[in-house]
């Protein structure tokens, strides 16, 4: 078992437990990856042994899905959803389109790098990733939370700046509401 | 003088005087108006501990004003709902014209029911009665152009409620000579059984109207949404009572004598009943606050009624009970939609929307009006509702307490769509600026809120006048206490343990979660919802509001298909054909009336030995 | 009331025991749910976990006081429901408050706790919210007539509206009211679908369809509250159906077995049904089930 060495009360270690074993994800399906996500979650690969489960809304997730490429028009979105869940939070790029742009390395209208807009935990390489891939990422990441080290939403917020200013790069008409962190 | 005659002086007199006043020193008339109505509260509670009786005679009639614990329950609701709306009024009404003909229609309203209530005798009790009617006409019409066809209707309605009623009074007066209430009862039972029944209906239609029970009901939505806002709080929480205290006394006091008096009672529960799901089902799809409060008002009196119409002890009791409460939080209800209107001018539920944070008081005493009316515990109107279900169950009536409680229940739907769509939702740009209401607006809303919430814990507070007055009805007993309620069988309700229940689950949570990292929850817009990722503008509206219950609509369609206005209007339009052709006889000609003057002369005088028996 | 030891014991002991089933009959649930769709579903103590999680979120937001309220309105019906039904026959500490209520006062606390959600969920001004506390009031309509018929019927035939009255008169499984008026039974069972909220009748959180309705807006503490409210009141209303048609319990390990076949029924046919529209799902209520507590009520007066 897995456990973050530093926490040193009990009630650290249950709280890593608990979120551990419990990741409610939206499923942003932005690219093509999204359809290795129903085979994951049914009886063949059954992902909610893990305490993987599907939740409607951002507000109640813990995990953001980038599945696959992801546009520039997407982005916007993706951000916005990202920004409305809740801490801890944690992204997972999947597969290789989320690293370096993949097959539409050259394309003018999808990002190539996906942490320099979101702070991502884990990356599931692949083109498509199968989802014993997919499953196996999942479990990557559950080992960074007992750790300790998925911290995505703290980097987000410490180097928001840096963050908003990738993001306004490419976003022309950023037309975002500004939040009260 | 004593306490009676001072009322009925000052509230008349100081109706008079603002009129003038509005004339001659406008500044003072609103103060005129709100001490008048202080004078009237303390005159009434005067009376109660005085025991006032004044008999006026003219003629040969003997006019009579008495206290009787029964009197005593309805003219303290008078006073204290009137003080209240006036002092409401006094804000409310500050940007309006013709205040004076507006307080001066007002007290004469205030003074009629002070009249009705303490008459002990028919003719008094017609004459406030139609006082009452014609001042509460005059505000109806009050507004605007629009209100002429909608006052139409309220005035035909009181006409064939009053003319009922004096067709009832005259029978009374030749069947025993005599006009004053306790002469009547106790010959009552002297009378025909087809006698009594004819007086009785009379009465029931007569006094039904102003309660608005299912078939007389149609004036009511126009009436109460036309009138301004303090008047409609007034207008359904007591000028509709006085049709409630008519119906209980004619009940308990006349039909009660008589053998038929239990299929009276059946029908009269059954009229209730099918008034509450009605009403109920017709608020549903209100689209005005106003309109939907109307609404429930007449459901609201449905359950008065079928509370009355059973008869039993606990059902009276609730009745009464019902009659206290729905006069507080109707008012309630109608103050904050007035507070509403008076800040963003419209009361219509499709274009307001997230007003709570900018008129919390409102919303406040809006919470606890709706908690109340839905009768779910802690506040009074659970009392009241747990009586009537109580005292339905244990009478076996099966089946009307499942259409109450399908009424009941059917109501959340209304209420909720009023407070969600006024306080609830999207926080739109177009209210931005709105502020709460003055301090003389709220603090008769906030008052009447305590008062629902102290009778929801001490609900025995209220039930000691109301089984005095009980007993001046009839010999009825029942059981309770400060704050526990018993049924027939035994079974109880302890307010007391409910209530610390409540509390301290809520409180005790309530602190935990919001202690509970204080700092890292935040507040964030209604803008900022999950709306798949897609950014709202400003001004883009995300209120679901329109069509609000279109599946309940879809579900019971077949019901609300066909209504009793419809029917209403088609015979008034059919009466408009008859009368066109009428108009070919009275054609305004000199020479044809004449024609037809020597034409009747000449019919009497062929006809005379036939009709008269005199031969020419 | 008196204050004494058995009081003291019965109000903290009730909502943590309540809390505890309900949270493993939920785990229960979907691993029984995962095992007809031929998975191996979560550990029994997923829901728990759950729970936990949302609790310690970190950061959590609101739109309004309404709206942090909401689950406490929630919590605080589940709890009190739970405190005015016995949940041990003839037990000390295990009847609570129960003979200061009775059934009507339990059939309005029942739905204070969604109303006060509902205007929770008003607050934060999502539409998906509102639309789905239009549903949820609308099938609220629907169901509660046919299980106030039932109620009503019993409460003629055995003449109290007292539970433990109720539970007294069944003092032998012979006599248990589902055998004594089976049809008030079937009225009450159908309208007990409709309140557990299993689909065919979960049109209020219709997670594919509108974002799962009144929680949408809701995340960290407030869902864990919610949760934990509905674990609570899932027991409550499981005790509520035992104690009125199974002859109650007089120990847990029949408490647990009884409650446990009844909570089948909502789930085992939620598995197998899809979704009713919410016209659909009144008008079901309104057909069976009413003509159901319409003969348990004549059957009574006959």
């Given amino acids: ?181 | 003088m004593n306490s009676i005659e001072y009322i009925l002086f000052i509230t008349f007199i100081g109706a008079g005087l603002t009129f003038i006043v509005h004339h001659a020193l406008p500044k003072l008339r609103d103060t005129l108006a709100i001490l008048v109505s202080a004078l009237d509260l303390y005159f009434v509670i005067q009376a109660i501990s005085e025991k006032s009786k004044v008999v006026l005679s003219i003629a040969d009639f003997h006019l009579i004003w008495k206290t009787t614990p029964y009197n005593n329950l309805f003219a303290v609701l008078i006073a204290v709902l009137g003080f209240l709306t006036i002092l409401y009024a006094h804000d409310f009404m500050s940007s309006k014209d013709r205040l004076g003909y507006f307080y001066m229609n007002f007290l004469f309203a205030l003074g009629g029911m002070y009249g009705i209530v303490y008459s002990q005798d028919f003719i008094s009790l017609f004459f406030f009665w139609e006082i009452m009617t014609w001042a509460s006409f005059l505000l109806v019409i009050y507004c605007c152009k629009d209100a002429q066809p909608i006052g139409l209707k309220y005035f035909v309605f009181s006409a064939i409620g009053a003319y009922s009623l004096l067709i009832a009074i005259v029978m009374l007066y030749s069947l025993s000579g005599n006009l004053e209430l306790t002469n009547l009862i106790s010959n009552f039972s002297n009378f025909s059984v087809s006698n009594q029944l004819i007086v009785v209906t009379l009465l029931l239609l007569g006094f039904g109207v102003k309660s608005a029970i299912m078939p007389l009901h149609v004036w009511a939505p126009g009436a109460y949404f036309i009138s301004p806002s303090p008047f409609t709080a007034l207008f359904s929480g007591a000028l509709s009572k006085m049709g409630i205290f008519g119906i209980g006394l004619v009940l308990f006091k006349f039909a009660a004598q008589s053998g038929y008096f239990s299929y009276v009672q059946i029908i009269l529960a059954w009229i209730g009943g099918i008034t509450a799901l009605l009403a109920t089902f017709y608020a549903i799809f209100q689209t005005d606050a106003k309109k939907l409060l109307a609404y429930s008002s007449i459901g609201q009196l449905g359950y008065i009624i079928i509370g009355l119409a059973i008869g039993t002890p606990l059902s009276i009791a609730s009745a009464l009970f019902l009659t206290i409460l729905h006069a507080a939080f109707k008012a309630m209800l109608f103050m904050a939609t007035g507070a509403v209107y008076f800040r963003t001018g419209t009361t219509d539920m499709n274009s307001v929307s997230g007003l709570i944070r900018k008129m919390p008081f409102s919303f406040i005493t809006a919470l606890f009006g709706i908690i109340t009316v839905s009768g779910v515990p802690p506040l009074g109107g659970f009392a009241a509702k747990w009586m009537l279900y109580e005292s339905l169950i244990q009478s076996r009536h099966y089946f009307l307490v499942i259409v109450v409680f399908a009424a009941s229940t059917a109501a959340f739907l209304y209420l909720y769509r009023f407070i969600f769509s006024l306080f609830l939702g999207q926080e739109e740009k177009e209210w931005e600026d709105v502020k709460e209401a003055p301090l003389l607006m709220v603090i008769p809303m906030l008052i009447l809120s305590a008062f629902v919430l102290v009778v929801g814990v001490f609900p025995g507070l209220i039930l000691d006048p109301i089984s005095q007055s009980m007993n001046y009805l009839g010999n009825f007993n029942f059981n309770y206490e400060t704050s526990v309620l018993f049924n027939e069988w035994g079974n109880q309700v302890d307010m007391q343990t409910v209530v610390n229940t409540i509390g301290a689950v809520f409180l005790i949570v309530g602190l935990i979660i919001t202690f509970k990292g204080f700092k890292k929850t935040r507040y964030v817009s209604t803008k900022d919802i999950h709306t798949s990722g897609e950014i709202p503008q400003e001004n883009e509206n995300l209120t679901y509001a329109v069509d609000f219950y279109k599946p309940f609509e879809r579900a019971i369609a077949p019901i609300l298909k066909s209504s009793i206005d419809k029917i209403y209007t088609g015979i008034a339009n059919n009466l408009e054909q008859a009368f066109d052709y009428l108009r070919y006889v009275y054609t305004g000609n000199g020479q044809t009336y004449a024609m037809y003057v020597v034409f009747f002369l000449s019919l009497l005088i062929l006809f005379a030995e036939l009709i008269f028996g005199i031969n020419l | 009331m008196e204050i004494n030891w058995s009081t003291i014991l019965g109000i903290i002991f009730t909502p943590i025991i309540a809390f505890i089933v309900g949270v493993t009959y939920g785990g229960l649930t979907r691993v029984i749910t995962a095992r007809v769709q031929n998975r191996y579903g979560p550990p029994i103590f997923q829901n728990l976990l759950d729970i936990i999680k949302l609790y310690s979120k970190e950061s959590n937001i609101n739109h309004g006081v309404m709206q942090h309220l909401g689950p406490v309105f929630a919590i605080t019906a589940s709890v009190t429901t739970l405190f005015f039904v016995p949940v041990i026959k003839d037990s000390t500490v295990f009847t609570n408050f129960s003979f200061h209520g009775d059934l009507i006062f339990l059939l309005y606390i029942m739905v204070f706790g969604s109303l006060g959600m509902a205007l929770g969920a008003g607050q934060t001004g999502n539409p998906n919210s509102a639309i789905g506390v239009s549903r949820g009031l609308s099938q609220l309509v629907g169901y509660e007539v046919p299980f106030v018929m039932a109620l009503v019927a019993i409460m003629i035939q055995f003449q109290t509206t007292n539970l433990n009255d109720l539970l007294a008169v069944q003092d032998h499984f012979t006599k248990w009211i589902i055998f004594q008026s089976p049809f008030a039974f079937l009225a009450a069972i159908l309208a007990f679908l409709g309140m557990m909220g299993y689909a065919p009748f979960d049109v209020v959180i219709a997670p594919a369809e509108i974002a799962s309705g009144p929680p949408s807006e809701f995340g960290g503490k407030y869902l864990g509250l919610m949760l934990t409210s509905r674990s609570i009141f899932t027991f409550a209303k499981l005790v509520l159906f035992t104690d009125i048609f199974l002859g109650g319990a007089s120990d847990f390990i029949t408490l647990l077995i009884k409650t446990f076949i009844l909570y089948m029924i909502p789930v085992l046919t939620g598995i197998v049904f899809p979704r009713y529209r919410t016209e659909q799902s009144i008008r079901f209520f309104w057909s069976w089930p009413l003509f159901f507590g319409i003969i348990a009520i004549l059957v009574v007066v006959f």
């Fill in chain 1, 1 to 181: 078992m897995y456990n973050d060495k530093e926490a040193s009360k009990i009630v650290d270690i249950i709280k890593n437990f608990a979120r551990k074993h419990s990741l409610w994800i939206v499923a942003y399906g932005t690219g093509c990856g999204a359809i290795e996500l129903p085979p994951t979650m049914t009886s063949r690969y059954d992902a909610e042994r893990f305490g993987i489960r599907g939740s409607a809304t951002p507000r109640q997730a813990d995990v953001l899905l980038i599945t696959g490429y992801l546009s520039v028009k997407t982005l916007k979105r993706v951000i916005r959803t990202y920004e409305q869940m809740q801490e801890p939070k944690y992204v997972i790029g999947f597969g290789s389109c989320t690293i370096n742009g993949g097959m539409y390395w050259d394309s003018y209208n999808t990002i190539k790098a996906l942490d320099r807009y979101l702070p991502v935990d884990v990356y599931i390489n692949g083109c498509m990733p199968r989802p014993e891939a997919v499953i196996s990422g999942f479990i990557k990441l559950q080992e960074l939370i007992a750790q300790g080290k998925a911290d995505g939403a703290k980097r987000y917020q410490e180097n928001l700046e840096w963050y908003r200013e990738n993001q306004r790069k490419v976003i022309k008409n950023w037309r975002m509401p500004e939040y009260n962190w």
